[in-house]
Nanobody, 125 residues
């Protein structure tokens, strides 16, 4: 069982930056690939970025490539999402999640089994 708690959301102007953090409770945190997802009102939850267990491999949705960076610190049981050049369309609730897989950089929602409660990110124009 993995408990995840996100933080760092807030209100920011377009072009600004935010850094989201996700703290994990599990001692086996380093075994899990991790992902960040987001869900805007009236839309499906979508993957934003994912990272493998070691942090060596990452993957991003096309909409955030070049603007967002996912990273992790296994010593601190944490995963981060640095968001730069934010746009109003980035407004959503952001969730971190842990994958059921042990390898790879999963980019499909169904491959994630543990979820945080989410943190709101609002980008004003």
């Amino acid at each position: 069982q993995v408990q995840l708690v996100e933080s760092g959301g807030g209100l920011v102007q377009a072009g600004g930056s935010l850094r989201l953090s996700c703290a994990a409770s599990s001692r086996s945190f380093s075994m899990y690939p991790m992902g960040w997802f987001r869900q805007a009102p009236g839309k499906e939850r979508e993957v934003v970025a994912a990272i493998n267990w070691s942090g060596a491999n990452t993957n991003y949705a096309d909409s955030v490539k070049g603007r967002f960076t996912i990273s992790r610190d296994n010593a601190k049981n944490a995963v981060y999402l640095q968001m730069n050049s934010l746009k109003p369309e980035d407004t959503a609730v952001y969730y971190c999640a842990a994958s059921r897989l042990r390898v790879g950089v999963p980019m499909t929602r169904s491959e994630y089994i543990y979820w945080g409660q989410g943190t709101q990110v609002t980008v004003s124009s």
